[in-house]
């Protein structure tokens, strides 16, 4: 363990570009190093863990997604916070799936404070 | 621990939804302990011009305007620091007097200083 800390803001929703993809693999390559990992979903990043999700011809960025915050629980940790104002505004807040929790853009100040580095990948 | 974090504008005010969420995002770095600027660059500039009208007509069709990117930024004035890149805003045709009092011109080069001095760079 390193007791490093890397904050991943993501903004894009899933599939319509490679951007999530890319930060879940950074994600599970940091992890990898032992570096724990907050991701914070803003705009349609929340979409990123919304239940349900089947795409025909993608993999499902869900299940991915929820994957590495369920192993998260362990060291090196990974937690995920859906901005809230951003979840009600798309009518997902309910819909998140296990492990993400419901927060503010609060959280992502106190993370950034609190992270070695903190990245936006849009 | 505080941090110096930079957030950098690429995107005009109203095709989407960056330019106007990443304001509140900067206000609440603030908030949380951390001292935080915004910076407007290419498109981005668009944001800081004076007089922002928004809405697509009828309320009773629309129900409610589309929030001002102007009146987010002024709202915040005294809790985050604003500056947009000089040479941005004179490509777009943008005067001095359009600028929302507050904001500060910088150059390119002391746009590289600062986020070579910030600990943190969050690129919208």
């Known amino acids: 363990m390193t007791g490093k800390q890397l904050t ?5 929703g899933p599939y319509r570009d490679e951007g999530v993809f ?20 803003y705009l349609d990043a929340t979409l ?17 997604f929820g994957t590495i915050v369920k192993k ?10 859906a ?6 505004a798309r009518g997902v807040t309910k819909q998140q799936t296990e492990g993400v929790i419901i927060g503010g853009l609060y959280d992502l100040g106190e993370w950034t404070g609190e992270s070695d580095k903190t990245i936006l990948i849009g | 621990m505080s941090k110096k974090v930079n ?37 981005g500039v668009h944001s800081i011009v004076k ?3 928004t809405g697509y007509g009828d309320i ?18 005294e809790l985050v620091s604003f500056f947009a890149l000089d040479k941005d805003i004179s490509k777009r045709g943008i005067s001095d007097s359009e600028i929302i009092n507050g904001i500060k011109k910088i150059s390119l080069s002391e746009l590289t200083d600062r986020i070579l001095e910030a600990d943190v760079n969050l690129v919208f």
């Open chain 1, 22 to 41: 890319t930060m879940i693999r950074l994600a599970h390559a940091a992890k990898e190093k032992g570096i724990d990992v907050n991701f914070f979903n």
């Open chain 2, 60 to 77: 009773a069709v629309w129900f409610k305007d589309v929030p001002s990117v102007e009146a987010e930024i002024t709202k915040n004035l």
């Open chain 1, 8 to 12: 991943i803001v993501s903004i894009n």
């Open chain 2, 7 to 43: 957030i950098i504008i690429t995107q005009p005010p109203y095709g989407k939804e960056d330019a106007f969420s990443a304001v509140p995002m900067a206000a609440s770095q603030v908030a949380a302990g951390n001292e935080a600027s915004m910076i407007f660059v290419s498109g």
């Open chain 1, 48 to 64: 990123i863990a919304h239940k349900e999700q089947a795409p025909k011809e993608f993999p499902p960025i869900e299940t991915i």
């Open chain 1, 72 to 81: 998260g629980i362990k060291k090196p940790k990974a937690d995920a916070i």
């Open chain 1, 83 to 88: 901005c809230i104002k951003c979840t009600d």
């Open chain 2, 51 to 53: 007089g922002q009208k």
